[in-house]
């Protein structure tokens, strides 16, 4: 397993002033290079003891069925190489179709849905596939400037299958007007980086007339990474 270098651009800027909150928490030294072979020499496995049922397929945790667009999304976790992550666990948080998250600090005046907490998590199978459903997540205003209102978007952590594949992400659906206006996405300098947070609409994925279906790849390092990090 190698491990290129990033290219410039690629991972959002650590302050990116249009970002407020990065102005705050942001490294203000330079980072410092460290060897260790723990990152890359020791493998990471995730039990299938931790999923349980429902866990992916959002839409089934509560009482009744959410309110909203229920959709699937599919896709692969792949190295820098193009092979498979096998057996990585996938965790996925996200608001509910009002741009409310299930959170105390979310304080947003959009109703909560007692059907849907938009939690789930789910491992890869041996192509480093993984699927789920979900209802698509609403835009919501969240105060970072005058009309500031972020793209509907599901949050990703992934595990990989050693530390140096740590990555936590978001993915945006296609088309989404917000993009221009969102600080966050502008945050990656990269053009094509940004493009790579987008999912594909799929209409092979797309079931029957019950839910229509997201491809979204996620590459965990070096050459076509995903942008970790947002």
Not at 4 to 17: N, Q, R, S
Not at 85 to 107: I, M, P
Not at 203 to 222: A, C, H, P, Q, S
Request: some cysteine; hydrophobic content about 35%.
């Amino acid at each position: 397993m190698q491990f290129d270098a990033i290219e410039p651009g690629v991972y959002p800027e650590l302050i990116y002033p249009p970002y407020k909150s990065t102005v705050k928490r942001g490294p203000t030294q330079a980072p410092l290079r460290v060897r260790d072979e723990t990152a890359t020499g020791t493998n990471l496995f995730a039990s299938p003891k931790l999923i349980l049922p429902h866990d992916m397929d959002l839409t089934k945790q509560g009482k009744g069925e959410p309110l909203g667009e229920k959709i699937v999304v599919t896709g692969r976790v792949l190295d820098e190489d193009g092979k498979p992550v096998r057996n990585s666990l996938l965790e996925v948080w996200q608001c509910n179709a009002a741009g409310r998250y299930f959170h105390k600090k979310d304080q947003h005046d959009a109703p909560l849905d007692p059907n849907f907490t938009g939690f789930g998590k789910m491992l890869t199978d041996d192509n480093g596939r993984y699927r789920f459903v979900s209802i698509k997540p609403g835009p919501y205003p969240w105060g970072n400037h005058h009309k500031a209102w972020r793209p509907a978007h599901i949050h990703f952590s992934l595990f990989g299958n050693v530390y140096a594949q740590r990555l936590v992400t978001q993915m945006y659906f296609p088309n989404d007007p917000l993009f221009a206006y969102d600080p966050i996405f502008q945050s990656i300098p990269d053009e094509a980086a940004r493009q790579r947070l987008i999912s594909r609409f799929s209409m092979e994925e797309t079931v029957d007339d019950k839910m229509l279906g997201y491809e979204f790849d996620i590459v965990l390092r070096g050459r076509n990474a995903t942008p970790m990090g947002i």
